[in-house]
DNA sequence: CTCCTTCCTGAGACTGGTTCCCACTATAAC
DNA sequence: GTTATAGTGGGAACCAGTCTCAGGAAGGAG
């Protein structure tokens, strides 16, 4: 029942691209890497094809600070946080047990039921310190 | 040489209305409830003042998943994280010192420093459980 | 109280991310 | 192949939020 997206080229070279990536990456900046690459791509195609696959959980979606939408294809499927460097982008996948559990206690604790939690780490890694401490 | 900002008709206004919501709203919103107040504040002066109470500490600020910007008058001038409903809007402030514990942990397992956390909670409350169950 | 500087206000123009529209094209089932 | 149908793309539309700028109000100085 679940319905399949068709096959096609656009599709692919989104994918392509999304593996070639670490980092979370806007619809706008995809668009502009697919046109660097040769590939032509109408940027309404990629946001059609960032969020379908968000929906399917291929990849991931942050908001940033100015309220853009940014994608990473992500290692885990499951259930995971991020960390994320605030200079490079740099992003490591985290598992949240601990808050979650947390979360949970606290929303039974004040009579709340099916708590959803939004937990994101942003920081400066090792190396950009390193780099801005010169 | 903190620069207090003027004190204006609208700004009162503004904090006034503030003070009688619980929830939070977007300034779009709190343009409309100003107005059916039957007072009239421009949509921009809104704007600017919701954003400068924000930097004060006077307001707290939440992203909506449709990435529009909503504000709340809080008890709590401290640092505090929120469960909010998603039916009925109604916020609880809540410490969060474990979760906040674990993340500056988690951070400086993988190198990063200055690690900042966005942690917020949406939850069924119990009236709105009780309300949709009939 | 008055003057004067400075900041605030507000209507509308503008911006930038995202979605919609719709004619055209490509996929995949038969 | 043929066909039904979903996907594509370019541009218009949308919308939250910001900017502009001329007029107005706050509040310190005198």
């Keep these: 029942m679940v319905v399949v997206p068709r096959q096609t080229r656009q599709r692919a ?3 392509d691209l999304l593996e070639d990536i670490d980092e979370f990456r ?5 668009h502009e890497m697919l046109r ?3 590939s032509s791509v109408g940027l309404a195609t990629v946001y059609r094809a960032v969020q379908s696959l968000s929906e399917h959980g291929d990849v991931d979606v942050l908001r ?3 309220g853009e939408s940014v994608y990473r294809r992500c290692e885990q499927r499951s259930h995971h946080h991020h960390l994320v460097c605030r200079s490079c982008g740099r992003t490591v996948e985290i ?4 808050a979650e559990a947390w979360a949970a206690q606290v929303g039974a604790a004040h009579g709340f039921d099916d708590v959803d939690h939004t937990i994101e780490l942003v920081g400066t890694c090792a190396t950009c310190r390193a780099a801005s401490a010169s």
């Design 64 to 66: 940033t600070e100015d």
């Design 95 to 98: 598992e949240a047990g601990q």
């Design 26 to 30: 806007s619809a706008q900046q995809l």
């Design 36 to 38: 660097a690459r040769g």
């Design 13 to 15: 070279e989104i994918l």
